[in-house]
């Protein structure tokens, strides 16, 4: 019995090192993938729900590994996180971004998500102006997309990044509100121009998430700030959302994530505010 027990902690401790050694490769493979340009932006369009017309677009990371194919960022991105190298990723992101958009027509919006760890890093206001600045693009443009793990620590050193960033004209959007532990708390506490609700109680299609919907976009536009829908794939869902107060939608049914090549094509075919 001893031995049996024995050998399956050897295979145990083989198991946990084969995962270790794709960890390690991952991360290198990660370090090297911002040289070797591996990284796309894909953009998934946002309309306003009184005009059905676009308003911008949320940036979204892609890697595409010669080998491992394309990579979701959820595998990743906290990769990323452990390690620091989310930073120098969140400079390219916010560059390429701001870039694309500057080249967009009107005055359509780019949505960039912003990882808490760029917070810590405190480089995040001079990143931010350095690519407002050499795209050209003008800061009502760029809307930086932060959840709450950002507002955790730190409180006082991230409220004044984003008055500073709000200073600059840039908007701040709460990301999968609902999802955490203390969101209505920080919607007093911090400068967000939009509340970006969780697609879980977009799809969730019962009477709690219903009545979460309700409670959420009507605290929202008591605040005077916009609300978006998130996930929305049905015609029933959009049926939904326009019951309450929304007042943007974000989801398959609106428009998948796109190559950057296609968003011309796609703004050819949609109404633009
Ligand atoms: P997120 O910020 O909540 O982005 C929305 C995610 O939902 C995206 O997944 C998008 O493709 C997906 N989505 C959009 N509409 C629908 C829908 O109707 N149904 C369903 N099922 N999904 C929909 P994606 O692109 O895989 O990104 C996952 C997460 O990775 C993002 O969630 C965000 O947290 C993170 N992420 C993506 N790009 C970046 C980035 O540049 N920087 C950082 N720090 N995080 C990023
Ligand atoms: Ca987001
Ligand atoms: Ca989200
Ligand atoms: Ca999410």
Redesign the pocket.
């Known amino acids: 019995a001893k031995r049996a027990g024995r050998g399956r902690y050897r295979f145990f401790e083989q198991g946990m090192d084969l995962q270790l050694h794709e960890r390690r490769e991952l991360e290198i493979d990660l370090r090297r993938a911002l040289a070797l340009k591996q990284f796309e ?2 953009y ?1 369009p946002f309309l306003d729900l009184s005009t059905d017309a676009v308003i911008g677009f ?4 892609r890697w595409n590994h010669p080998v491992r194919g394309k990579v ?3 595998s990743f ?1 906290s990769v990323a996180e452990e390690n620091g190298l ?1 930073v120098k ?2 400079e390219w ?1 916010l560059m390429t971004a701001c870039m694309a958009a500057a080249s967009w027509p009107g005055d359509l919006i780019v949505a ?4 808490p760890l ?1 917070f810590k890093a405190d480089t995040l206001l001079t990143t931010v102006s350095t690519a407002l600045e050499r795209s050209g693009l003008a800061p009502e443009r760029l809307e930086l ?1 932060i ?1 709450e793990g950002a507002l955790l620590a730190d409180t006082d050193n991230v409220l004044a990044t984003l008055h500073s960033l709000r200073a600059l004209g840039v908007k701040i959007s709460m ?2 509100f609902g999802t955490g532990y203390s969101s209505l708390s920080y919607l007093q506490k911090f400068p967000f121009n939009k509340i ?1 609700i ?2 879980s109680f977009v ?1 969730g299609g019962g009477a709690d998430s219903e009545a979460i919907l309700r409670a959420v976009s009507g605290l929202g536009s008591n605040l005077g700030m916009a609300i978006t829908a ?4 049905t015609a029933e869902q959009l049926g939904r959302i326009r019951e309450q107060s929304c007042t943007h939608v ?4 609106t428009g ?2 796109m190559a950057p090549d296609q968003v011309e094509l796609f703004l050819q075919e949609q109404p633009i505010a």
């Open positions: 932006l894909a998934q949320e940036a979204l990371l979701p960022p959820l991105i989310i990723i969140g992101v960039v998500n912003v990882s760029q997309e959840t990301d999968d970006k969780d697609r799809s998130e996930g929305v794939e974000q989801g398959y049914l998948r994530p």
